[in-house]
């Protein structure tokens, strides 16, 4: 492992090819991440000829040598994908203002075998029609090419910066364009981490994000899943329900009593309760590992041990996933805490059947509940539970017939008393039993 602070010109070589993971996270940074970058640029670029200015460290990458593939060396990005992303922003931005676009191109492209020029930096799957898109500019534009996308906005914000700093209306005193090029070649800096070809690029990806980088559950997991030759598979299952339009709804906060998280987690940690109770997996899990799953922390560790452990088929664990993820989506949707329905009897058994741990497990193993409740069962507890059990379960123990608004309190009911004994519920679909598993804790309410 080679370790050492090399400038920009450093990394960006020819002959050498930086890769962002193919289903990596896509590029996050915002506006205060850009404004901190120029601001301390700006600053060394501002510093008199006669200051000397200190070395301005930007932050770590970690790179895997991949070997050499097509004729270049090639280098994995393990960890630095959003510093080196917008570098090639900003370098991409000043060039154009300068007007020497070819100075970009021969510093951050190259030619390929086929006769096209590349950039060094290849970005992920998410982020390449439009980082390709800058890439091609050959004039300065300072609105977004593409609108609400990160990587668009960034290069619009550079440009703006770029050209006040040149020109200021704000009575500061202008910062050359000359100045800012000088100061992020001969003074940026970044600890650059080299990993060695045979070291295990997964496992170094998932020890960095297990312990500090802050990605989802479901962003390790599928780049666990997936690899670049299934990116057809990755279109046709995860995009559409985890991303594209769904991603702010996944990102968003859920309350789960005195928890509050974000969606994303909590389906994750519902999940994997729901599949430790299934009859082959929880024969094998150990006293430890039982104990181990049912705590929140280190999902994506405990779903790569099970899958390994009981050597569930990647293609069969994605499948699972998608199928669960759009029940819960449409379980848990934006205003159903504003939904009103009508209790009956019907709800009352289902309430019945989740006051408590004990009653609940007396009501499911007991003779009443398979002679009254299997005949209405499907019905009963149909795919309306996802939007009504809320509503009816605070209705019924406000021992009232009528329509009534959820009380946003949560209970304390334990989401286990329907996991561990919903294969009693023989006669209901697997969906609903899911849709009750997952609502449980979640929906069940006080009056």
């Known amino acids: 492992m080679k370790v050492e602070a090399i400038s920009i010109n450093q990394v960006f070589l020819n002959n050498r090819v930086l890769k962002i993971p193919f289903f990596q996270r896509g590029y996050v940074w915002n506006e205060a991440n850009w404004k901190r970058c120029f601001v301390d640029i700006a600053h ?4 008199p000829e006669s200051e000397t200015p200190e070395k301005y460290f930007l932050g770590s990458i970690i790179l895997k040598d991949a070997g050499y593939k097509s004729g270049f060396h090639q280098f994995d990005v393990i960890d630095g994908q959003q510093r080196l992303t917008t570098i090639v922003m900003f370098m991409k931005a000043l060039y154009l203002a300068l007007g020497r676009n070819d100075i970009f191109r021969n510093g951050f492209m190259q030619m390929s075998l086929t006769g096209e020029n590349k950039p060094i930096l290849v970005p992920n799957y998410n982020d390449l029609r439009v980082y390709n898109e800058i890439m091609e500019l050959e004039a300065l534009k300072t609105e977004p090419i593409v609108a609400d996308n990160r990587l668009a906005l960034a290069f619009s914000y ?4 770029i050209l006040s700093a040149a020109n200021p209306t704000d009575g500061n005193a202008p910062i050359s364009l000359a100045s800012l090029l000088n100061s992020v ?4 800096r970044l600890v650059s981490i080299e990993v060695q070809e045979g070291e295990n690029a997964q496992k170094i990806f998932e020890t960095i994000n297990c312990t500090g980088i802050k990605l989802t559950t479901g962003e390790m997991l599928k780049n666990y899943l997936f690899d670049e030759e299934e990116r057809d598979a990755y279109e046709r ?4 329900v985890f991303e594209r339009d769904n991603q702010g709804y996944w990102e968003g906060e859920m309350v789960n009593g005195r928890i509050a998280g974000s969606h994303i987690e909590n389906f994750f940690y519902r999940f994997m309760l729901i599949k430790m109770q299934e009859p082959a997996i929880k024969s094998g899990l150990t006293q430890n590992e039982i104990k181990s799953f049912r705590q929140k922390e280190g999902l994506f560790e405990k779903f790569r041990h099970l899958i390994g452990k009981f050597g569930i088929l990647k293609a069969d664990a994605i499948n699972e996933i998608v199928s669960y993820a759009k029940l819960y989506a449409d379980t848990f949707k934006a205003g159903m805490l504003d939904e009103t329905v009508m209790a009956s009897t019907a709800w009352r058994d289902l309430r019945t059947l989740c006051l408590s741990r004990t009653s609940g497990r007396r009501y499911l193993t007991s003779s009443s509940f398979s002679r009254t409740s299997k005949a209405r069962g499907r019905e009963t507890l149909s795919s309306a539970i996802s939007r009504a059990t ?3 379960v605070s209705c019924a123990r406000a021992r009232t017939t009528t329509t009534a608004t959820c009380s ?3 209970s304390s009911v334990s989401v286990y008393v329907l996991l561990m004994h919903s294969r009693r519920m ?5 969906r609903e039993v899911l849709s009750l598993c997952l609502l449980t804790r979640r929906l069940l ?3």
Do not use: D
Request: contains cysteine; hydrophobic residues 40%.
């Open 445 to 447: 309410r006080r009056s």
């Open 237 to 240: 299952t995860w995009k559409p």
């Open 185 to 188: 070649i001969n003074y940026v």
């Open 408 to 410: 946003p309190r949560t």
């Open 158 to 161: 550079f440009a703006k910066r």
């Open 44 to 47: 060394v670029a501002s510093l």
């Open 390 to 392: 809320l509503c009816v």
């Open 426 to 430: 023989s006669m209901m679909p697997q």
